[in-house]
Each structure stands twice: as C-alpha cells, then as structure tokens.
C-alpha cells in the first residue's frame, strides 16, 4: 500500500502551478504510505510526480519515485507484485538489496512496455513518464483493487490515488442521483464530481502532449473469458493451483479478517497469519459470527481478537468513517471494516488478508443460487436468513426482461431501466449462467468492495490482499461447469469446500450453507429492535442515505485531519 500522485501540463500552464498542485494535495496520500515521502518535478517536461511509500517486504530499499539507470524512465508505484521471484527468474532480472518489487516493475516495463502488465500477478496501480517519448502511461490490476483517479483539460492531466485531491474547482454531477442511486456505487469509471474519472480495472491510460494540448487514451488489457472450452474431468480440481496462487500472498507479521465463513477459514488454514480478527455483534445473533471464528483459530493455533461494537460506537465513528471513505457506497461491511484497519493501525501491523473474490467467481453469494435455480426452474430449500432474499427474486423475477436485466433487478433491488446493460453487450456468448452471474457481480458489485477497502485501508495504512482475486484462480473458476460449482449436496462454492475439508477446516464451517461475512445490524440499529436472526435484504438503505446526507452537506470540508500537516522530506527538481 502506497500512494501515488502526479500532474503533466502544457507550455501554457505555468511550471510553479504544477508543483503547488502536488506540494498541496500530496497530503492526501500520506496516511496510504506512511514511511516517506518524495517528489520530483521534471520542469523541461511539465511533469510532477509524487509518492508516499508504505514499506512491506524490504523496509531498506530504497523509496519512490523511482529513476531508471539511464533516467529515461520515472515511476511511480502503489501496490504488490506477488509473482516477483517467479518473474526475476523467469526474464533473468537481478536485484540488489536495497531493491524491491518496484524496481523490478520499473525493468519490466523498460524491457517490455505495458506487455509486461499481463505477466503480472497482484494488485498494483502505476505511472510511468518515458522521457524519450514524453509520454505519461497509467495502469492497473485487473480487478482495480487498488484505485486511481484522474481529471484534464486541454492544459494540464491529473491523477491521485486519493479522490480527495481532485475536487478543487469540480461540482457534484447532476446526475449524481441515477449514477448512484440504482446499485449504491459508481459503476465504471464514474464518481460523483463532474470531470473527475476512476481508471477502471484491467485499463492503460496514455497521457501525451500535441502541439501543446494534453490528449488522454483508454484501452483495455485484459478481459476475463467467458467462452472458454469448459473440459469437467481437467477442471475438476484446481487445489493445487488455489493453494499456489494464495501462499504467493503470504508476509510473516500479518492479519486476516475472519468472518467465520467459509472464505476466510481456508485462508486461514493455508496462510495462517499471526492473528485474525472477527467482528462481533452480540445483540443481533444473525450478525455474531465470533464461535464459528473461535473454532477457526483453535484448530489452526492463531490468536483470535474479537471486536465488540455496538450502536453507541458506531454513532461515534460515523463522520470519520464518512471521511475515510472520501464518497459514498453502499457496503455492509464498512462498519466492521474500518474497526479491523484501525485495530491493526493501533498494532503495528501493516498487511491484513481478504476473501474476497472468492464469491465472484465460485458462485458463493446466496442471491446467485436462488436466481438460477429460478431461471432453470429448480426448486431448492433456502436458509432461514434467505428467505426474504428468495421471495424477491421469485417475485419479481420478469419473464419478458433479459437474464441480465433480471440479476441487475436483483442487484439494484428494484425493477427499473438499467442503462448500465450496454456494459454486457459483448459478453452474451456464455456457456454457463454461472459464468454470466460472476460477469456480472464483477462489474457491478465487486468494485463497491475494492473500494471501500481501499480507502478504509488506505486512511490507516493497511495492505490488503485478496488472493482470490489472483487472475489464474479466476480463469479457473469460471471454466468449471456450474454444477461442480453449486450443487444440493455441497451448496454454493463446492470446490472451495472440499479444499477447506482437505487442508482440516472445522467441519462446522465446511457445511454451514449460510452465508458469512463482515456486515453490521445498520438496519436494526436504526429501527431499534433489540434482538433479531434475520438480515433481511434492506439492513444498509440508512447507512447508504445516511452516507449521502453528510457528502452532500460536508462536501467542501471532508478531508483526514490526522494527515493535514505533512512534512515532505525530499523534493527533487529534475
């Protein structure tokens, strides 16, 4: 976890300007790379670049912006490349002891341009100014779990891995409403300011100067498949590969979020970290997700920290976590979220482990079975918790609406024209629905997810991986047949289970077919029901407006004031 920010401007826009703009919001970043923090500026090119470094695997190396030998290149680097020995090996890169994956990066991309981004296993977001080409390139991972944001004009290009760095001068989008509203979250490259853009996943953006006018290009590197050949007896089992791909992820001092669901007992098998944290919520048993976390950590020897807020605590936090997020999102999971990052902050502990991704892609999210099974009009029981969920999709599922439309109605929660559709026109050619469902919940769903952990995690300087966000574990996922992927004897996620029973996982958790994860009581909270088992489909509606209320009312004043003093310790002029 770094963070990375950046301005490239014309001839007509004054030098000086372009330094005051990275001097001046370069404090949005620090908390995301709390070790140090440098600047260069390249006044012959218009460029400034700036980074605040957050320091994992080789606290020695040395910290970004980095230079390449013949200084033709400048990067800048927020991120994890898990893979790095594989690749060193692989394309005969040498490193020296002060040198981290950054610097590998940064050879790479000198030897192979941006073909070297699909080699890349991790979660990164980077830029990169050739001074040769005087061309600035910006990309990311696949997945976009590590996020950036951009806005231009004709004079002058700016990015930031903070939103908040970009809103000077910007106005709420007028459509903020209908962007927002419909699924909670921005899809795309959206945000709620006019002109300000998020660089959506798997993207290379081209930034060049012309005849002294900035031009910006988007393309796309990577898609996931969705019409591969789908062989059942070589797909079968991919353990070894899950297995591989998750301990690629792995650091000594480190945290792992434990719901008590399935997801993150297996991480917890394979990585065992030195500690996991639940977050418990004792007055509403549907949401107290501590013994089944206990029996997680006896059995793999982790020491198990148990959080225990309550509405009173919530209340208290609810402007900073409004802050930390920097705009609105629709998630259960912020509450317990921003508990775990600022435990571990308090701790000294850097990096925290994540399961997600694991729904997106092996069919875990209860919605997703109840849908198809209604598609291919097969009856199935239904957990208790589910049943509202079950009664609404079987209500309100339409006969004359599309397979896309009728999942984005139950995404959204309502039956409205969705203009996001266009977004799936290329991707219809499908060989299970599964495959569509996990297209789908990527797209619209999983980016609220990243989102939240990024800025949550960002604001207290916490790394934090999801390995089964590993491209290779996608791929895989998606070319089993749904049937080896969601089935009445094993449930949802049966290769993910029959793992879990292989490595040891408590057989409690291996068959439990509810649905476990870090969401808080927002809903009864606010109706003041004192004891309830059911989540319900509605539980974070206040939150969300709640969110809203506060953005809208607190636009110009949101901001980290733990992080309003920064102390640059170097600035370069090149």
């Known amino acids: 976890m770094c963070g990375i920010i950046g301005e490239l401007n014309t001839a007509k826009t004054t030098r000086q300007k372009s330094h005051d703009y990275v001097i001046n919001n370069i404090k949005h970043i620090v908390s995301r790379g709390p070790d140090k923090t440098k600047i260069i500026h390249d006044d012959p090119h218009g460029l400034s670049l700036g980074m605040s470094t957050l320091s994992i695997n080789n606290p020695a190396s040395n910290y970004g912006p980095y230079t390449s030998?013949?200084?033709?290149?400048?990067?800048?680097?927020?991120?994890?490349?898990?893979?790095?020995?594989f690749l060193r090996s692989r394309y005969g890169i040498e490193l020296n002891k002060n040198e981290n994956d950054a610097h590998l990066l940064l050879k790479l991309l000198q030897l192979y341009r941006e073909k070297c981004i699909n080699l890349l296993r991790g979660m990164f977001c980077f830029a990169i100014y050739d001074r040769k080409l005087k061309e600035l390139l910006i990309a990311n991972d696949p997945y976009g779990q590590k996020f950036?944001?951009?806005?231009?004009?004709?004079?002058?290009?700016?990015?930031?891995?903070?939103?908040?760095?970009?809103?000077?001068?910007?106005?709420?989008?007028d459509e903020f409403d209908s962007k927002f509203y419909q699924f909670e979250n921005f899809i795309d490259n959206n945000t709620p300011y006019e002109n300000i853009y998020k660089l959506k996943p798997a993207?290379?953006?081209?930034?060049?100067?012309?005849?002294?006018?900035?031009?910006?290009?988007?393309t796309s590197y990577y898609e996931i498949e969705t019409n591969m050949k789908v062989n059942k007896t070589e797909c079968a089992d991919i353990s070894d590969l899950i297995v591989s791909s998750i301990l690629d992820c792995k650091v000594e001092h480190s945290a792992l979020m434990l719901s008590g669901g399935l997801d993150s007992a297996l991480l917890a098998a394979i990585l065992r970290p030195k500690i996991a944290i639940t977050v418990s919520f004792e007055e509403h048993d549907a949401f107290d997700e501590e013994e089944k976390a206990k029996l997680v950590c006896e059995r793999f020897g982790i020491e198990?920290?148990?959080?225990?807020?309550?509405?009173?605590i919530f209340e208290a936090s609810f402007c900073d976590i409004a802050s930390k997020l920097q705009y609105p999102i629709g998630n259960a999971s912020i509450f317990p979220e921003y508990l775990v990052y600022k435990y571990l902050h308090a701790r000294g502990v850097r990096v925290c482990y994540s399961g997600v991704g694991a729904d997106e892609f092996f069919l875990g999210y209860e919605r997703m079975r109840i849908f198809m099974n209604r598609v291919n009009s097969h009856a199935c029981q239904v957990p208790e918790n589910y049943i509202p969920l079950s009664d609404y999709i079987n209500k309100n599922y339409d006969e004359s609406r599309s397979i896309i439309e009728n999942y984005l109605a139950v995404l959204a929660r309502n039956n409205q024209r969705f203009d996001v559709v266009e977004l799936f026109n290329n991707k219809v050619h499908y060989q299970e629905l599964g495959q569509l469902l996990s297209i789908i919940e990527a797209t619209i769903s999983l980016p609220g997810l990243l989102r939240t952990t990024d800025a949550l995690s960002g604001a207290f300087g916490i790394e934090?991986?999801?390995?089964?966000?590993n491209p290779d574990i996608v791929q895989a996922a998606l070319s089993l047949p749904d049937e080896l992927k969601l089935n009445d004897l094993m449930g949802t996620k049966a290769p993910l289970r029959m793992l879990a029973h292989e490595i040891g996982v408590p057989i409690e958790i291996v068959t439990d077919p509810v649905k476990r994860g870090f969401a808080a009581p927002y809903g009864l909270w606010r109706t003041g029901i004192a004891k309830s088992t059911s989540r319900g489909i509605f539980d974070r509606s206040q939150l969300v407006s709640d969110l809203v209320d506060l953005f809208r009312l607190n636009k110009k004043e949101l901001r980290d004031p733990m992080f309003d003093l920064v102390n640059l310790e170097e600035i370069h002029h090149a």
Do not use: Q, T
């Open 464 to 469: 934090v991986r999801s390995p089964f966000l």
């Open 148 to 173: 950036i944001y951009w806005r231009c004009n004709k004079e002058k290009f700016v990015f930031c891995s903070s939103f908040l760095a970009l809103r000077e001068n910007s106005n709420i989008d």
């Open 203 to 218: 993207s290379i953006l081209r930034v060049n100067i012309i005849n002294e006018e900035v031009f910006v290009a988007e």
């Open 69 to 85: 030998n013949d200084e033709r290149y400048i990067l800048v680097y927020n991120g994890e490349i898990y893979n790095e020995r």
């Open 304 to 312: 198990h920290i148990v959080l225990r807020p309550n509405r009173k």
